[in-house]
């Protein structure tokens, strides 16, 4: 993973080189103060004050960069992403005023997945100067965490498999003290009936298992954090085109926001008893896979009819949530890359929220605003649970129309999260097509910081 210990560090007055921040309303005045020869420099590279937009400014036997930007005076976390994409190796601090969000954009701008190839024109990094130095380690924990999930859901599924879902496990474990439980193979059948039946098809090696985190007093209230591992996603015997299967090893993102949710949680010691939970399979197919019209158990006790195997998340979370339950949570947080209805409905950067309370979703939705990492909610109606019913079980695993999708799946899995219990649901991409500034193609976090910041306030030390 990218390190990001260098790439923001206090401002001791060093020698660094100046970034100048324009809007274009105020472009015009701004030009005014250059010389002539500046204003030649700038109006050469096209530069207007429009956002993103870069240029390098000559000043005397040295030089200044400058960056279009929507508001000079309130600045986004990702407004000097591109700066420092394009700005050559060398330190940096802005002419006025504080990065503030904008650090984590700095940072995440210089992420590089390169775990399989070397790319010779990656240049040195660029060190972005900050007199708000007490804010520097919290702004470095939720880059890396970002990153994490990058690099976890931008490695095929060969070497991310349930085993090494299981050896992020480890490292975050021993990182911060934690106690790890592994359920793994045949010894999931009795406890964990849903995560066995799908990941049973699965070469020995990728066998399946139930990882299960835990930190922090036991006198402290319990946060439940539930992460769908499907490591690879064949769509079972309902079979997926070779186009559905592209991404597919990113169907463990979920379990990439759990780990790096659990990694900020823990690291800034938050006082709260933690479980983290995360089912890890691979929906392979062999003649043992389970099959459409299987009825399977699960530790809930409910039966589920199988209307098709190619929803095998909202199974295997399915057993996760009853099992988090099971701690008398104060709240429980997932997150899956369970429906294309979700992304139907709003695209890649948005993942839909579902939530029992309001005040819930409220919560996620200002604390997703403030740090520039939006949520949008979704509904549970009770009057679309009814298009799960099954003839011969107590659920189907999925509707037998094609209407709602992603909260129909939310209904399912609410079936497993206990009567009462405060619980969000993130049904999440995890995948970028296309880059931004600050954010790279491949595996995205979504919701993550609106998740953490709205922890921070919900269980504040003190």
Request: hydrophobic share 45%; with cysteine.
């Amino acid at each position: 993973m990218t390190d990001v210990s260098e790439l923001i560090v206090p401002d001791r007055e060093q020698d660094a080189i100046s970034i100048h921040l324009v809007d274009k309303d105020r472009f015009e005045d701004w030009l005014k103060g250059l010389s002539a020869g500046q204003r030649a420099s700038v109006k050469a590279q096209k530069f207007e004050g429009a956002v993103y937009q870069t240029a390098i400014v000559p000043d005397g036997d040295s030089w200044f960069a400058v960056g279009g930007v929507t508001n000079p005076d309130t600045l986004s976390s990702w407004c000097l992403a591109k700066l420092a994409e394009v700005l050559p190796e060398g330190t940096y601090r802005l002419a006025k005023g504080d990065p503030g969000p904008a650090m984590l954009g700095w940072m995440t701008a210089q992420y590089r997945f390169a775990r399989y190839t070397k790319d010779d024109n990656v240049t040195g990094p660029r060190i972005l100067l900050t007199k708000q130095v007490k804010h520097i380690a919290a702004a470095q924990a939720e880059a890396a965490a970002e990153m994490l999930v990058r690099d976890l859901v931008n490695t095929p599924a060969e070497d991310m498999g349930p085993a090494a879902l299981e050896a992020e496990f480890e490292k975050l474990a021993k990182a911060h003290s934690a106690t790890l439980k592994v359920i793994k193979g045949d010894a999931l059948e009795t406890g964990y009936p849903m995560v066995h039946s799908v990941g049973r098809a699965a070469a020995r090696h990728h066998a399946p298992r139930l990882l299960h985190l835990t930190w922090g007093k036991e006198k402290n209230p319990v946060l439940a954090i539930v992460g769908k591992g499907v490591c690879f996603d064949s769509g079972g015997l309902d079979i997926k085109p070779a186009s559905g299967m592209k991404l597919m090893k990113k169907d463990m993102g979920g379990a990439a926001h759990a780990i790096a949710l659990a990694g900020l949680v823990m690291g800034a010691n938050l006082p709260v008893r933690l479980h983290v939970l995360v089912p890890a399979v691979e929906n392979a197919i062999a003649g043992n896979a389970f099959r459409p019209g299987d009825v399977l158990s699960s530790r809930k006790g409910l039966t589920v009819e199988i209307g098709n195997t190619d929803a095998e998340g909202r199974l295997i979370l399915g057993d996760a949530l009853t099992r988090a339950s099971e701690e008398d949570p104060d709240l429980i947080i997932d997150f899956a890359t369970l429906t294309g209805a979700a992304r139907i409905a709003l695209g890649p950067d948005l993942p839909a929220l579902m939530t029992r309370r309001d005040e819930t979703a409220d919560a996620l939705i200002a604390a997703g605003k403030q740090c520039d990492d939006e949520v949008w909610r979704l509904p549970l109606p009770e009057a679309y649970a009814e298009w799960l019913k099954s003839d011969i079980a107590d659920t189907n695993n999925i509707s037998g129309n094609p209407f709602a999708g992603a909260s129909v799946a939310g209904l399912f899995l609410d079936k497993f999260v206990g009567d009462g219990i405060d619980w969000a649901h993130f049904d999440t991409f995890a995948w970028r097509p296309s880059a931004k500034p600050g954010r790279s193609k491949g595996g995205a976090a979504y919701g993550l910081r609106a998740s953490w910041r709205m922890l921070q306030a919900r269980y504040a030390a003190g």
